[in-house]
């Protein structure tokens, strides 16, 4: 089991991005899904997560400017970022949690990140 995230890239203050998170492998369900990043010379944070069901939380940073959400069907999860600023930039991460595959359930899969960087 693989998680790719995608979709960074270079955008102005006030700009947007969607990111995807894709989960490849055998896997037969997934459990919470979450977005990560790490801004340089800091910790990396949560920024959004989302239950198998679809219940949502979002970092006090990003409210009301990022949505996270997924598809069940395709094991893919997204993050569409609306009126970025500067302080966004940082390498964004995927994670899943309780990735239910043959004969066990993974936890705590991470991806490799996407790069975000927001300047003028």
């Known amino acids: 089991v693989q998680l790719q995230a995608s979709g960074g890239g270079s955008v102005q203050p006030g700009g947007s991005l969607r990111l995807s998170c894709a989960a490849s492998?055998?896997?037969?369900?997934?459990?919470?899904m979450t977005w990560y990043r790490q801004a340089p010379g800091k910790q990396r944070e949560l920024v959004a997560t989302?239950?198998?069901?679809?219940?949502?939380a979002y970092a006090d940073s990003v409210k009301g400017r990022f949505t996270i959400s997924r598809t069940n069907a395709k094991n893919t999860m997204y993050l569409q970022m609306n009126s970025l600023k500067p302080e966004d930039t940082a390498v964004y991460f995927c994670?899943?949690?309780?990735?239910?595959?043959?004969?066990?359930?993974?936890?705590?899969?991470w991806g490799l990140g996407t790069q975000v960087t927001v300047s003028s």
């Open positions: 994670n899943g949690d309780a990735i239910r595959t043959s004969g066990r359930i993974l936890t705590d899969v």
């Open positions: 492998g055998t896997i037969f369900s997934i459990g919470a």
């Open positions: 989302i239950t198998n069901d679809g219940s949502t």
